[in-house]
């Protein structure tokens, strides 16, 4: 009797332990691709308004930490002209990977407008 309630216990917890895992997981390299997307924000915000353009940001690369920890990680920039105001540009960043179960992941966006400053 206790082998088959010990077998029961073990067939509903091994999976469930799993999934923890799994969920933890993914948790964790969603944490890390925000923060490099972050990151990478910071970088083109803080660029000279002249600078702020798709080739610049282009150049712009993954922390080596973030390739190894996001699979087959996919970073895209855009950078464009804002549509009602002048001397403003809207920058958007979107990082995805891939999962365990090699689907791509829900991708982390960031989109920040800069504007070009007075001079004094």
């Not at 308004?49 to 922390?63: G, R």
Request: aromatic share 6%; proline share 3%.
């Amino acid at each position: 009797m206790a082998g088959v309630l010990l077998m029961t216990v073990s067939m509903i917890m091994v999976p469930a332990i799993y999934w923890v895992h799994r969920e933890r997981r993914q948790t964790e390299r969603r944490q890390i691709a925000i923060v490099e997307v972050e990151n990478l924000m910071e970088r083109a915000v803080t660029l000279p308004f002249d600078e702020v353009q798709q080739s610049t940001v282009d150049k712009f690369a993954l922390s080596e930490s973030a390739i190894r920890q996001l699979p087959d990680a996919s970073l895209q920039f855009k950078v464009s002209n804002a549509d009602d105001v002048q001397q403003m540009k809207k920058i958007g960043i979107q990082l995805d990977w891939k999962n365990d179960q090699g689907i791509r992941a829900m991708p982390v966006r960031l989109t920040s407008w800069v504007c070009l400053k007075e001079q004094q």
